[in-house]
């Protein structure tokens, strides 16, 4: 009798701690969000200490944090090398307790960082890596890839160039994981289109002198070199070309990934006429003045957003706006991130639109022009709009997907 009393009471006690215990996990409001970039080298315009304050943004406007949630953000340079992504990802989530990691432009980063991501079961909220393989093949039900990819890359300015007469191409590409998943995309389009690819030539990332990848491909005598690079590499690739008179040989540069940052870098006199596709403009609509105007009055340089730090922002806006669905934070990234495909997409930046299955953020895109210096009319005005790419197109169709996650 004694016995069977006692199994009864610890029975007792143990039912009384769960219940004790589920309510104060369903209450944890305590988030961390670790921002993981290139802050000093050649991505540092685009992503880099203005992302942080894009995200602390979010943060601010979510309102969480007046309704008693305490969100931190912290933030750590990868240096452009995934073992120090890597690296830094497994401290902050083992140590430091990091919920989610965001941003991480460099393809090869983010790879990586999406691999450990789904080991750790935390979130990785990717807005900077353009490899459409985040939300293809290497597609994890932790990571979500919301402001552009390579496939939307080459369906805006490869088809548009391709179309217009640019039958012809050669590839100045960075020589990782992001430039070749460029090249790639944006070669299947051109032949797609009825073009054909007469070469190409990989370059170191963060090259400083492009003179001898330059030559090649103005002697192949295609019609136009594409350039499969980014940031810092990709201004210096213009800048050196038009000293080689590129352009005025009769030779087009398609700048496949081009942020507003590398045109005021370059100014308008040398970036005039460079046509290329991007998800955000600064001057869009009244929604993107009036958030571009308060992320002027605190970003670095005094730089108006890039297309990755708006998108970092509205993705980071989305992944609050999950927590507090939830009703805490479970510290589980899946839990979170299918929550978040749950929800339906609905930010001042990009409007609304779904999160698809694959992890993939389906919103339009824009295929623009840099004005010349006599359509510019202040300060950063630097766009005119060519055409409109709808969400649908922008994105690999589901049914062509090769994302473990997707049921076809």
């Not at 807005?127 to 402001?147: Q, R, Y």
């Not at 994105?395 to 076809?408: F, G, H, N, T």
Request: hydrophobic share 40%; proline share 4%.
């Amino acid at each position: 009798m004694t016995t069977r009393i006692a199994r009864r009471f610890a029975a007792s006690v143990a039912l009384t701690a769960l219940c004790l215990a589920t309510p104060a996990l369903a209450q944890d409001k305590t988030v961390k969000i670790g921002v993981l970039n290139d802050m000093s080298s050649l991505y540092a315009d685009i992503g880099g200490p203005n992302s942080v304050v894009a995200i602390k943004m979010a943060v601010e406007d979510s309102g969480l944090t007046k309704k008693g949630w305490k969100i931190d953000v912290i933030s750590g340079d990868h240096q452009n090398k995934p073992d120090v992504g890597v690296n830094l990802a497994r401290q902050w989530i083992d140590n430091d307790k990091v919920d989610a990691i965001a941003d991480t432009p460099n393809s090869g980063v983010a790879l990586a960082v999406s691999n450990l991501v789904k080991e750790k079961n935390a979130v990785l909220l990717n807005s900077g890596a353009a490899t459409a393989d985040l939300t293809g093949k290497a597609c994890t039900p932790n990571t979500i890839s919301f402001t552009y990819d390579t496939y939307m890359l080459a369906n805006g300015t490869g088809k548009a160039l391709t179309k217009a007469g640019g039958d012809s191409w050669f590839f100045l590409t960075a020589d990782y994981a992001f430039g070749h998943a460029l090249e790639r995309d944006t070669s299947a389009v051109v032949t797609a289109n009825g073009g054909k690819v007469l070469g190409g030539v990989k370059a170191p990332i963060n090259t400083a002198d492009f003179s001898s990848f330059l030559l090649q491909a103005q002697a192949s005598k295609a019609k136009v070199i594409g350039l499969a690079n980014a940031g810092g590499d990709t201004t210096n690739s213009i800048k050196q070309a038009a000293e080689f008179g590129i352009v005025q040989g009769g030779q087009k540069l398609a700048a496949l990934l081009l942020f507003i940052n590398d045109v005021h870098a370059l100014g308008l006199k040398t970036a005039q006429g460079l046509t290329f596709t991007e998800s955000f403009y600064w001057d869009m609509n009244d929604q993107t003045r009036a958030w571009s105007k308060r992320f002027v009055a605190q970003a670095s340089k005094n730089a108006m957003p890039s297309m990755t730090q708006a998108g970092n922002y509205a993705m980071v806006l989305h992944y609050l706006k999950a927590m507090e669905s939830l009703g805490g934070n479970p510290h589980d990234g899946a839990k979170v991130v299918a929550k978040m495909k749950e929800l339906p997409t609905d930010d001042p930046l990009f409007g609304k639109g779904p999160l698809r299955a694959d992890g993939r953020r389906l919103i339009p895109a824009y295929l623009f022009e840099v004005k010349k210096p006599a359509e510019s009319k202040g300060p950063w005005d630097y766009y005119k709009q060519i055409a409109t790419i709808s969400a649908e197109d922008a994105a690999k169709p589901l049914e062509a997907s090769d994302c473990p996650l997707v049921k076809k």
